[in-house]
């Protein structure tokens, strides 16, 4: 069958990638896509969900998977539903999850799926009381999408009382700040797991390690992620379970409740304190980096683990993982994450040395094509993988790729997995 995957980043080059040589794929559309994903099927420019729905119609495209956060929180898998198409992902009532984190958290507390201790409001005051009670440092949040961006660590009470005030007056992220959330920092390691869900049953994939800073060492600013490693060896069999029994099964059961049964991605944000899985937070998309390692470690067809979670019947379905790990590290544009850079011709050497050939390949995501040449075009500009039989193997065969890639500007950390290491 025809199958649209939309967004244009290197999350959803990956599980093109993933996708394009299964037996029950036809052809592959890309909603928008990007000057990489013309190599692996059609780009489609339409903003409209109405007017795409529509083109999947008129092209037979059987099957929509939605990459990014936003068309989800906008409701497209509402609107292509109402048409009688098929796509993967949340209802616009349950990519809540994500799209409120007032929402996210009053739904953890009603479960009782442990978070950190928090408040939600708009007053001011009620803000300031609660921002007194706690040590530093102080977590405060916006409550709507803000790109990554909303989410301030504040090291002092009057730093924590600044940004909720600028965030409650508008002044910092419009709208999307008008409400706050206050929480008590956890210290701990971080998870990145990914459920696909049907809205009944579940399929959970390997627990991922992401690295939100620019720069080694996990210093300088958060951006969306510069790069990420799985199967994370921090997690044993023992936490696996406690996610499955105290945030996953509780979140399905919960949004069936709430009346919107929670189809797509479900991805948790963990911190683990001294051995528990705290929820930090939910998205419902893939991570990006983690998605770009996660599908070449699927032996089990991609196509198939979407389109049943997509049809209600991942109960059917036996999904089988590769032995391996993967590394992916970002090759980031010249000023990510601060503005977006000049465009710059992207050269990738011929490798020889077939172990590392058969064993890398790149996920292209911020790259535009102009007269059959590749440039990156800002942003991240793509993700060098590496899998292998350690950590270390793949890691070390992922740098190796970096070093044949080319462009000005080209930054990127040196340092992924080190947690895995290190342990
Ligand atoms: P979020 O958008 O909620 O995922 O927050 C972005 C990042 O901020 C997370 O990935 C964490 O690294 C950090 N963070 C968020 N909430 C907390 C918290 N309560 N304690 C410690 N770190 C946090
Ligand atoms: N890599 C984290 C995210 O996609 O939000």
Redesign the pocket.
């Known amino acids: 069958m025809n199958v649209m995957i939309m967004g244009s980043g290197g999350r959803e080059y990956s599980i093109g990638r993933a996708m394009k040589d299964d037996e029950n794929v036809d052809k592959l559309y890309f909603c928008p896509g990007n000057g990489a994903t013309e190599n692996l099927g059609q780009n489609v420019d339409i903003k409209d969900y109405h007017e795409l729905a529509q083109y999947a119609k008129d092209n037979n495209i059987e099957f929509t998977i939605v990459g990014p956060e936003a068309p989800l929180v906008d409701g497209v898998v509402d609107i292509f539903k109402a048409e009688g198409l098929t796509i993967f992902g949340p209802s616009k009532e349950a990519a809540q999850l994500e799209g409120s984190?007032v929402y996210m958290k009053n739904f953890l507390a009603k479960y009782n799926i442990p978070t950190?201790r928090y408040i939600e409001s708009d007053s001011i005051e009620e803000v300031f009381k609660f921002i007194d009670t706690l040590e530093v440092?102080i977590?405060v949040?916006a409550d709507g999408l803000c790109a990554?961006k909303?989410?301030i660590?504040a090291s002092s009470h009057d730093e924590a009382k600044k940004a909720a005030s600028e965030m409650l007056s508008g002044k910092s992220f419009g709208d999307a700040g008008l409400k706050v959330i206050i929480?008590?920092?956890?210290?701990g390691y971080?998870l990145s797991m990914f459920a696909i869900c049907d809205g009944e049953d579940y399929v959970l994939l390997q627990a991922a390690q992401?690295h939100?800073r620019l720069l080694d060492g996990d210093e300088g600013p958060?951006t969306g992620g510069m790069g990420a490693y799985a199967p994370t060896p921090l997690v044993d069999d023992e936490l696996y379970q406690k996610v499955k029994d105290r945030v996953i099964r509780p979140t399905l059961d919960g949004m069936k409740k709430e009346g919107a049964p929670f189809e797509g991605v479900l991805f948790i944000?963990i911190?683990v304190v001294n051995g528990e899985p705290i929820t930090?937070?939910f998205n419902v998309r893939f991570g990006d980096p983690e998605c770009e390692i996660l599908m070449p470690l699927m032996k089990s067809s991609v196509f198939d683990l979407f389109h049943k979670a997509a049809t209600g019947k991942l109960n059917e379905l036996n999904v089988e993982f590769y032995d391996k790990y993967g590394v992916g590290v970002v090759m980031a544009s010249r000023d990510y994450p601060y503005s977006s850079s000049t465009p710059a011709e992207i050269v990738v050497d011929e490798i020889h040395h077939e172990e590392i050939k058969n064993n890398t390949h790149i996920s292209y995501a911020g790259v535009k094509k102009e007269e059959g040449v590749l440039f990156a075009s800002g942003g991240r500009v793509l993700v060098c993988v590496g899998l292998g039989y350690s950590i270390q193997e793949a890691r070390d065969r992922a740098y190796a790729l970096c070093g044949q890639v080319h462009f000005a500007g080209k930054k990127l950390r040196t340092d992924i997995a080190y947690q895995a290491l290190r342990a």
């Open positions: 984190k950190a440092p977590v949040k990554g909303g989410v660590i929480e008590e920092f956890l210290d971080e992401d939100k958060n944000g911190m930090l937070e």
